[in-house]
């Protein structure tokens, strides 16, 4: 077994948690390699995560849940990512659509979500469509039918939904305002193909899902369009703590296959088993410390982000939300460029510690990169240090990412326009 300095607990209260799932995350990285050679999807494993409470992370344990706050729930993704990067993302949309309904609890709609969650029902992604101008355009459109709805679409990405019970989508009001709605994934006229075909990330289900006609119950659409004000933060961050846990698999892998071999270089090796060969050692220990400080990383960025979510509760100033929400983003940038570049490094300095045998399919050792590869291009880091160094320079914060749009009618609506 690899030998690490882990880092400390972020809290009592974690532990008592973690320690009730970490043995079915054990499982689950130990068949992480077999599942997806053979294209075998999550379907046990979401249920068992569901068993284990991993879906409520940050539910009240009033209400069914473990009561984490941000830093203790990004813990967890981080841990989930060591165990299998596509069971950690297939559980992202639920993750936010639940921090949605705890950062506006007294919506109905939101004490539905929260309901729902708590009974074991998971919600995937229904949020993105190919073909627009932006990730933001939306061709799918709700339209009323006597007192509930009717959605038709067509949406990309749908990553979990293949697993879930809700989605949770975008669409435009037949006025083109942008609403917010969960879609029952086995009603009447919805269909979601497995048929995300990504090199990496392949267990997510992050597919196509058809939207013809679906009945949609009043209470199921969101009376507001915009989101909570630590939500672009959020996503990204949740993208970034899966790297940290692909670091830790790394780091732990590379160091295990190093101890257990027996051959070396004639000529080239500074000594005959490769564990006691000071070059290796010195890579190995470069993959720990790249896990170590990018854990660091995601835990600071989850504390800002904990912070913003404490002061927006109850705000309604559109304001105060908008430059909140840009304050978390600029927590969370100010990890991404460096922990995406530590990360894809180690994957691809891992195989330096090993010979031929490392690419051999049954390791599955390339995986590491091609799952970070493929988080890291759903969050681009190109971006984040120009919006780090035009703040740094200038003090101007990003652009709101909150939705725009009225009330869809007949829905009540605090007095709000996003910017």
Do not use: C
């Not at 559980?91 to 539905?112: F, K, T, V």
């Not at 003090?395 to 326009?417: K, T």
């Amino acid at each position: 077994m690899a030998q690490f300095i882990q880092a400390l607990p972020v809290s009592p209260r974690y532990e008592s948690v973690a320690t009730k799932f970490r043995p079915f995350l054990e499982r689950v990285r130990a068949e992480a390699v077999e599942r997806e050679t053979t294209h075998r999807l999550l379907h046990p494993e979401i249920a068992e995560a569901t068993r284990l409470g991993l879906t409520r992370l940050r539910l009240p344990a009033a209400q069914g849940g473990a009561g984490l706050d941000l830093v203790e729930f990004f813990a967890a993704v981080i841990e989930l990512g060591a165990a299998d990067p596509n069971l950690a993302n297939a559980l992202r949309a639920n993750a936010g659509i639940l921090e949605d309904a705890l950062a506006r609890p007294s919506y109905e709609w939101s004490q539905l979500v929260a309901a729902e969650i708590a009974q074991g029902k998971l919600v995937g992604s229904g949020a993105s469509e190919i073909g627009g101008a932006t990730n933001r355009s939306y061709e799918t459109v709700l339209r009323p039918d006597g007192r509930d709805y009717r959605i038709s679409g067509r949406k990309f990405y749908t990553t979990g939904s293949l697993y879930g019970d809700y989605m949770n989508a975008f669409a435009l009001t037949p006025e083109g305002d942008t609403v917010t709605l969960i879609v029952p994934t086995r009603a009447k006229g919805v269909t979601i193909l497995d048929d995300w075909d990504g090199f990496g990330q392949q267990l997510t289900a992050s597919g196509t899902a058809l939207l013809e006609d679906v009945l949609i119950r009043r209470e199921w659409v969101r009376p507001s369009a915009d989101r909570f004000p630590h939500a672009h933060g959020f996503f990204q961050l949740y993208h970034i703590a899966t790297l940290a846990g692909i670091a830790r698999t790394i780091a732990a892998e590379a160091a295990e296959l190093v101890a257990a071999r027996s051959r070396s270089y004639p000529g080239r090796s500074n000594a005959e088993r490769s564990a006691d060969d000071p070059q290796i050692q010195q890579v190995l220990g470069r993959l720990a410390s790249v896990a170590y400080v990018s854990r660091a990383a995601v835990l600071q960025a989850a504390r800002g982000l904990q912070d913003v979510h404490e002061r927006g509760l109850g705000l309604m100033d559109a304001v105060q939300l908008n430059e909140l929400s840009a304050i978390a983003e600029l927590h969370v940038s100010q990890t991404v460029t460096v922990v995406t570049d530590l990360v894809l490094e180690a994957a691809t300095v891992l195989f330096d510690t090993l010979g031929a045998s490392a690419a051999k399919r049954s390791l599955g050792l390339d995986r590491h990169w091609r799952n970070a590869r493929t988080l890291a291009s759903h969050n681009p880091r190109i971006f984040h240090d120009r919006l780090i160094g035009r703040f740094a320079a200038t003090g101007e914060l990003p652009d709101s990412f909150q939705q725009q749009g009225r009330a869809i009618p007949g829905h009540a609506r605090p007095q709000l326009v996003i910017a």
